[in-house]
Structures are given as structure tokens and as C-alpha cells.
């Protein structure tokens, strides 16, 4: 899972996109979620931390 200092998260789109704003909907398409219970391992960097942090109601993080 983690190589060296790199620290990686899982991210899982739980909840669909309907009925939420278009900046959070681009938020999910940056983490790269496109699908419900789609799922990404991403680098733990303060920009992708914000990023789930604006749509924290859509995904789940799994460390």
C-alpha cells in the first residue's frame, strides 16, 4: 500500500452525485470517482485532503 514516505488513501464514492452542487460534482471528478463505489488509491497531500474535505457527505476514506 505505502512505498517509502509516499503515505496513499483509498477513497470510495458512497453516495450518488444527483442533487449536489457542480463544484462538488468537479471536486469527485478530480479524485478521480466516477462511478458509486468506485474507488481510488491516492497520494495523502494536503490538496487531495481538501478536496474530500468539500464533498466529506459523498466519499469515504479508507487508510
Not at 17 to 39: E, F, P
Amino acid at each position: 500500500m505505502a512505498t517509502d514516505n509516499t503515505k496513499t488513501i483509498r477513497v470510495r464514492l458512497v453516495k450518488g452525485l444527483r442533487g449536489c452542487q457542480q463544484r462538488h460534482r468537479l471536486s469527485v471528478n478530480a479524485l478521480g470517482l466516477r462511478k458509486l463505489n468506485d474507488v481510488r488509491e491516492l497520494k495523502d497531500s494536503p490538496s487531495v485532503r481538501g478536496l474530500i474535505n468539500q464533498v466529506y457527505y459523498l466519499v469515504r476514506v479508507e487508510e
